[in-house]
């Protein structure tokens, strides 16, 4: 992670991650309700990552990562994933989703094929990730087994020196938004919450619903990012269900010693309106913490009548 001069009161996050969801690959191109083209926003997302202030330290992928588990649908997805996480010097953490199939999805992205659940940790640089996967063979819901949360126990018994991110495709929390969500979300929760309560997980990462939402679980944030194909339209027009191609985005955990922020990145371009040129952090570092703020805060500044275009370009 580079280092420069803080222009606030907070350090650097400890660490960095991009959380994308849905990517629902097709195979050889082909489009979603024939419309949507979801290698297209994986690309977008993928092209987002590399303008970002802090180079994410992994790329965690909450689930539907194909849409059909095609064999050559799971090679595409790594075929785009793995480059660009190999430019970022960052970790690829893969998490099953209920479109995905166990048999393929071991197979394609891990080499070992099985049916077995698809539970992993990772390392990232002493920030646990743990993989729990929630999906249920021939159905859309999730559940848990018993074994997968005697082995998440045995994994959360020994905190780790970051602590830990739990991601998974079905989310622990209510669906106020998505009625139609809550008959295939995570059966159960309260058996998750006896195993994570009190433990060092500090965010639950999850997908599935396909729009941004958060809330908490056992006291743990609970952040689900939407999907990078099509999204769930949360307040439609006489529709129980209404799935919109717009609104794509992922979501950028940034992890720090005493919290954890996160942010909704839209994958789409907009219209600028008004900016700044990124030339102006070198001269913004050169000055004292009081001079930026009497420059950038004080409303009758030079910076902010707009004197200052030429130096500091667009505000």
Not at 23 to 36: D, F, I, K, N, S
Not at 126 to 145: K, N, Q, S
Not at 223 to 231: H, I, P
Request: a negative charge; charged letters at 20%.
């Amino acid at each position: 992670m580079a280092h420069h001069v803080q222009l606030g009161q907070h350090p650097d996050p400890t660490h960095t991650i991009a959380h994308v969801s849905d990517p629902h690959l097709l195979a050889g191109g082909a489009r979603q309700y024939g419309v949507v083209d979801p290698e297209a926003g994986l690309r977008l997302a993928l092209d987002r990552l590399t303008r970002l202030p802090h180079s994410p330290d992994a790329l965690v992928f909450t689930g539907d990562l194909t849409d059909l588990a095609e064999p050559a649908a799971y090679e595409r997805l790594r075929a785009l994933v793995e480059p660009a996480a190999e430019a970022m010097d960052a970790q690829v953490v893969w998490v099953m989703g209920n479109h995905d199939e166990r048999p393929a999805y071991s197979r394609l992205l891990f080499g070992e094929e099985s049916d077995a659940p698809q539970d992993r940790t990772y390392d990232v640089r002493g920030l646990r990730v743990v993989v729990l996967d929630t999906t249920v063979p021939g159905y859309h819901h999730g559940e848990l087994a018993d074994e997968q949360l005697t082995w998440l126990a045995g994994v959360l018994a020994e905190p780790a020196p970051h602590g830990t991110l739990l991601a998974l495709h079905h989310p622990p929390i209510p669906v106020p938004m998505l009625r139609a969500a809550q008959v295939i979300e995570l059966a159960d929760q309260h058996r998750l919450a006896e195993v994570v309560a009190g433990t060092d997980v500090r965010s639950i990462l999850g997908g599935h619903f396909h729009f941004t939402t958060y809330s908490t679980f056992a006291g743990i944030p609970v952040s689900v990012a939407s999907a990078s194909c099509y999204t769930s339209d949360p307040a439609p027009l006489h529709r129980f269900v209404s799935g919109i191609d717009g609104h794509q985005a992922m979501t950028m955990v940034h992890v720090y010693d005493d919290r954890v922020v996160q942010t909704v990145v839209p994958l789409a371009d907009a219209p600028e309106v008004s900016g700044v040129a990124a030339t102006v952090v070198a001269q913004l570092e050169a000055l004292s913490a009081e001079e930026r703020r009497e420059l950038l805060s004080r409303k009758d500044s030079p910076f902010n009548r707009g004197e200052l275009a030429d130096e500091f370009g667009r505000w």
